[in-house]
């Protein structure tokens, strides 16, 4: 008697792939300043992770980006990701915007206009905008 293996496959709808809030910020200055600004300024506590990694199926490559992390008690997390690398950029079709800050909220309720409006006021940072990660060509990199 054989047998029979069946398979079942997960396939997320971009709401459920998507589910963050995404702020392109341009700013200047190096990665661990901004992440002490954020820190000051939200509360918050982004340290140093390993890079983030994402594999380019063009040039078949790897490329590296700086990455922090803070995950609250409830799981809510924070992350902050350069968009720039020596190889070129997570989200290519954003090559204006320095850095990245990636929101996933489980417990808290956090308003994303403040939350803009927060980073809007620290002095290092010339600009930040709302993002919709679904709308972008790339934004499959920003699944993790």
């Known amino acids: 008697m054989k047998s029979r293996i069946t398979k079942n496959y997960i396939s997320l709808t971009d709401e459920q792939k998507f589910d963050f809030i ?9 990665d661990y300043r901004i ?23 063009k040039r078949m490559e790897d490329k590296s980006f700086s990455f922090y992390e803070y995950t ?8 902050l990701i350069s968009n720039k690398s020596q190889k070129g950029f997570l989200l290519p079709e954003l090559n204006q915007i320095d850095y990245l800050f990636v929101v996933r909220l489980i417990r808290m309720a956090l308003d994303e206009n403040d939350l803009l409006n927060a980073i809007k006021e620290i002095p290092i940072i010339l600009g930040a905008y709302k993002l919709e990660a679904s709308q972008l060509k790339s934004g499959e990199n920003l699944v993790f």
Request: with cysteine.
């Open 72 to 79: 609250t008690e409830d799981d809510d997390r924070f992350n």
């Open 22 to 30: 995404l702020v392109g910020i341009i700013c200047e200055k190096k």
């Open 35 to 57: 992440s002490m600004e954020l820190n000051k300024k939200l509360e918050i506590n982004l340290s140093k992770e390993d890079e983030y990694t994402v594999f380019n199926t």
